[in-house]
């Protein structure tokens, strides 16, 4: 399409001069939001994997974010700090991408059928994000929320009694699956929608960036299974003493 057909709604019947900046202002929001939630979710990812490692090796992680090797104790506040950060980023992101659901049953019939016409995957992938993301608000809420409000009971059987005990693990299995779908997907279409990594062809560009964004998922998707595994085999073997915390064998007085 020629730059001139392009619509301008400044000279669009009854919109002139209402052109405004804010759309762009806040597709870049969200675009900025959904960034740092994804690499945030990598990194998270492997943190939380650090008990395919061991139990001792969770329990410094856990001990880590709460500066217990800094301050000589533990300092949970620091952990719900973190949490209440990436909160406001999710609600944020959250509150942006609403702009973009479908607004009514209408709205979304359309678009099914408009998508199963298409037969195009790209436009497919967009219906699967939308479908995550909707998950995502309710199911990463409720992580958000015990983890804001219980950020000391974080460690190799705390995290096992929550994931076998509390019957958490359902709603782990389908928020990975979701997560994983959700943020691959995003960054993908991040990098479309930017211009990262574009190489001369487009079409070798989108084939090479799907390539990527399924490696990746697959390999978090793996992890991810491998590490709920990890805590339901931890959390059924400490069911029995339900709520007593993780003390590693060369600590002498559990921390305070
Ligand atoms: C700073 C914020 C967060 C903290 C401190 C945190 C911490 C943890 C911890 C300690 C676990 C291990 C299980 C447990 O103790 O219950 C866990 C698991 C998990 N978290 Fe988070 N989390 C945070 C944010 C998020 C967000 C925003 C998402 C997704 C939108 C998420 C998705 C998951 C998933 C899917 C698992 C299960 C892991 C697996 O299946 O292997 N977390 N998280």
Redesign the pocket.
């Known amino acids: 399409m020629s730059s001139s057909a392009r619509f301008d709604s400044a000279s669009a019947p009854g919109m002139a001069g209402r052109s405004s900046p804010w759309p762009a202002r806040l597709d870049l929001l969200q675009s900025g939001t959904g960034l740092l ?1 994804a690499l ?2 990598w990194v ?2 492997l ?3 650090s ?1 395919l490692l061991g139990n001792d090796a969770m329990w410094v992680v ?1 001990r880590f ?1 709460e500066g217990y090797f800094i301050v000589g104790r533990r300092v949970p506040a620091l ?1 719900a700090l ?2 209440a ?3 406001a980023l ?1 609600i944020g992101h959250a509150a942006l991408a609403l702009r973009k659901f479908p607004s009514d049953y209408h709205a979304f019939r359309t678009f099914r059928s408009h998508m199963k016409g298409f037969r195009h995957e790209d436009t497919s992938l967009w219906y699967w994000q939308v479908v995550s993301g909707f998950a ?1 608000f309710f ?2 809420s409720l ?2 929320g ?3 409000t219980r ?1 000391g ?3 190799p059987f ?3 009694d ?2 076998w005990s ?1 019957v ?2 359902p ?3 389908v ?2 699956f ?3 779908l ?2 691959g997907v995003g960054l993908y279409r991040l990098a479309l929608k930017w211009g990262w990594f574009a190489g001369p062809d487009p079409n070798v560009t989108r084939r090479r960036l799907r390539a990527v964004k399924w490696t990746l998922t697959v390999f978090f998707v793996v ?9 339901v085999r931890v959390g059924i073997g400490h069911a029995d003493h339900y709520g007593v915390p993780y003390t590693p064998s060369w600590i002498e007085v559990p921390a305070p």
């Open positions: 939630l945030f979710m998270h990812m943190f939380v994997s008990i856990a974010f952990v973190t949490v950060t990436v909160a999710f995502l199911l990463a992580h958000l015990t983890m804001l950020p009971r974080i460690g705390e995290s096992g929550r994931v509390d958490m693990w709603v782990y299995l928020m990975l979701a997560v994983e959700h943020g992890l991810g299974l491998a590490t709920l595994a990890a805590y």
